[in-house]
C-alpha cells in the first residue's frame, strides 16, 4: 500500500522564515526498506536545512537514497543533486523519479552498486555526498567505503556527511576511520539540533558525522 508522507521544514522555528517549505514522499513498507523514510533519512533532512546556506549550489549526491528526503531537501535549497541507489533496485530508483515529479524538482538518478566500477560513477565529483542509515549493515562497510574514498579523492575538498545508530558507541567510526584512512571532522547528537517537534517522534541514539580524508 502507497502513502504520501509531509515532511515539513522552516513551519516549526521560533519565527517562520519566507524559505518554509514541505517535501512529499511516497512511501511503501510493504515492498521493501528502500521505500520508506526512516530516522536516520529524517535527521539528516533537518541538518541539510539548517546548513541551507552550505549547501546552496553545491554538487551533491546521496548514495542509498532510498525515498531521497535529505538530497530532495538538498535540491530544494539550491543544490545540484544526483540521487543513487542500488543498480538492481530498480523500483526503488524508480520510486525516486516519481517523488522528484510529485515535488517538481530536477534530480538526476542513478544506479549504483558500492563497490562496483561502472563508467558513469568516474565523471561524478560531488562537493558533499550524503548517506543516511548507510552504516547499517556491517557487510556492506568495506563496499560502501571504497565508493565513499573514491568520490572523496575525485573531488579534493569534499565530504561525506552521514546519519546512523549509534549501537556500540564511537568505536565503529573509529575503526573506520583508522582503516579507511579519514578523519571526522564533527560528531553530533541528533537530539542536540533537531527540533523538539521532530526530536519527539524519534528514538534511539541517533548521530551525525561528517568524514574526509586524511590528508585535508
Same mark, same amino acid.
Given at each position: ?35 520508506? %523514510?526512516?530516522?536516520?533519512?529524517? %535527521?539528516?533532512?533537518? +541538518? ?15 548514495? /542509498? ?5 535529505? /538530497? ?17 533496485? &530498480? ?56 565508493? &565513499? ?14 546519519? +546512523? ?12 576511520? %583508522? ?29 551525525? &558525522? ?7
Amino acid at each position: 500500500m502507497t502513502t504520501i508522507s509531509q515532511h515539513d521544514f522552516g513551519f516549526s522555528e521560533s519565527a517562520q522564515t519566507n524559505e518554509a517549505f514541505s517535501i512529499s514522499i511516497m512511501e511503501n513498507i510493504e515492498e521493501e526498506y528502500g521505500m520508506f %523514510v526512516w530516522p536516520c533519512s529524517t %535527521v539528516l533532512a533537518e +541538518y541539510v536545512w539548517q546548513q541551507r546556506s552550505f549547501f546552496t549550489g553545491k554538487s551533491v549526491l546521496e548514495l /542509498g537514497a532510498g525515498t531521497s528526503l535529505p /538530497g530532495l531537501v538538498a535540491a530544494k535549497v539550491g543544490s545540484n543533486v544526483t540521487l543513487t541507489d542500488d543498480s538492481s533496485r &530498480v523500483e526503488v530508483l524508480e520510486n525516486m523519479r516519481r517523488v522528484c515529479h510529485l515535488n517538481k524538482l530536477n534530480c538526476k538518478i542513478m544506479g549504483i552498486t558500492w563497490g562496483e566500477w561502472n563508467l558513469p560513477i568516474f565523471d561524478l565529483q560531488p562537493s558533499i555526498i550524503l548517506g543516511a542509515d548507510v552504516l547499517y549493515d556491517s557487510k556492506d562497510f568495506d563496499n560502501l567505503f571504497t565508493t &565513499v574514498t573514491f568520490l572523496l579523492q575525485n573531488t579534493p575538498g569534499s565530504v561525506f556527511i552521514t546519519t +546512523y545508530h549509534n549501537r556500540s558507541g564511537h568505536h565503529l567510526i573509529e575503526y573506520l576511520m %583508522v582503516k579507511w584512512s579519514l578523519k571526522c571532522t564533527k560528531l553530533l547528537d541528533a537530539f542536540s539540533f533537531l527540533p523538539s517537534s521532530k526530536a519527539s517522534t524519534l528514538t534511539g541514539n541517533i548521530q551525525l &558525522v561528517e568524514i574526509t580524508l586524511d590528508d585535508q
